[in-house]
């Protein structure tokens, strides 16, 4: 019934940028607390990036800090991941999550809803 749909994915070198787009449908979406996972072959889905409700709080986790970052544009209910500075260790299917809680988590287990993910390869 609710829908969030990735895009942007795409194979690049390293060093390259891509910005990663997810639309939301619904109106719970336009204000939820969002973030993005990612899951490469053979690992666990890694927190990425999170974004508050309103967009001016944001939580990233170490591996991707100064490289990456996350806003939203609530008008539209879509929330992007800007990836820049991108590294062969980055390659991983990359998901969309939401969860209605004000509270940002960078735990899956908090996040109700998630996308079909996108893939992102950065080579060497």
């Known amino acids: 019934q609710v829908q969030l749909v990735e895009s942007g994915g795409g194979l690049v070198q390293a060093g390259d940028s891509l910005r990663l787009s997810c639309a939301a449908s619904g109106r719970t979406f336009s204000s939820s607390v969002r973030a993005w996972f990612r899951q490469a072959p053979g690992k666990e889905r890694e927190f990425v990036a999170t974004?508050?409700?309103?967009?001016?709080?944001?939580y990233y986790a170490d591996s991707v800090k100064g490289r990456f970052t996350i806003s939203r544009d609530n008008a539209k209910n879509t929330v992007y991941l800007q990836m820049d500075g991108l590294k062969p260790e980055d390659t991983a299917v990359y998901y969309c999550a939401a969860r209605s809680s004000r509270v940002m988590m960078a735990l899956s287990s908090a996040y109700d809803y998630w996308g079909q993910g996108t893939q992102v390869t950065v080579s060497s």
């Open positions: 974004i508050s409700g309103g967009g001016g709080d944001t």
